[in-house]
């Protein structure tokens, strides 16, 4: 079986998804390991409540942090890692030996780079008068939101919509697109 780190900063809504999705029988992997570079990180909290191996990782326990994250993922023989708002860059060592997903509450190309995550996107996307949005699973490679297309799902936005409506919706519908995302990127592993 497949072995999947999740990297997440803060809530990691993300890895309550594949958990649930693992449980239910919808995803063939297991949770190796959870990553946090955020001591306050409900990801990490959540993580020790479904007994999965987690740890935290950040310059101020490790002179080399990038160099910690990829003897770990080593050690759980991990092999694909997702990210579920994860706020630091990857290092290229990461993402060319590990095959590493992301969730973006945007439809990329559209809203995406350096500072377009969370509700910056939203606000973007109304400031925009965008019509639709939705969420991209996506490859990552050494540049911000610009990886290979997995998956995208899409949504009409109401008339009066806020950024704060449609993240709501956004996280919603991110539930589905990190199952069938993944379930795609599973099987072709």
């Known amino acids: ?18 958990y649930n999705a693992i449980q239910n ?8 390991l959870v990553i946090s570079n955020n ?18 990782v950040n310059s101020k326990n490790s002179d080399n942090p990038d160099e910690k994250i990829y003897e770990l993922l080593k050690k759980y023989n991990c092999t694909h890692i997702f990210l579920s708002g994860y706020m630091k860059k990857l290092s290229s060592k990461l993402t060319q030996e590990f095959r590493v997903i992301n969730s973006h509450p945007s439809l990329l190309p559209k809203f995406g780079g350096s500072g377009m995550y969370g509700h910056y996107v939203h606000e973007a996307v109304i400031n925009a008068g965008e019509s639709i949005s939705g969420v991209t699973i996506h490859e990552v490679n050494e540049e911000y939101d610009s990886g290979e297309i997995i ?11 806020t950024a704060l409506s449609l993240e709501s919706k956004i996280k919603e519908l991110e539930k589905s697109a990190i199952v069938e995302g993944l379930a795609k990127v599973l099987k072709l592993s």
């Open 1 to 18: 079986m497949l072995n999947l780190a999740v990297f997440a900063s803060h809530n990691g809504s993300g890895l309550n998804t594949i």
């Open 25 to 32: 029988a919808k995803l063939n992997c297991n949770i190796a």
């Open 39 to 56: 001591t306050n990180a409900l990801a990490l909290q959540n993580a020790e409540n479904y007994k999965l191996n987690h740890v935290l």
């Open 151 to 161: 998956l995208q799902k899409s949504l009409t936005l109401d008339n009066y919509e």
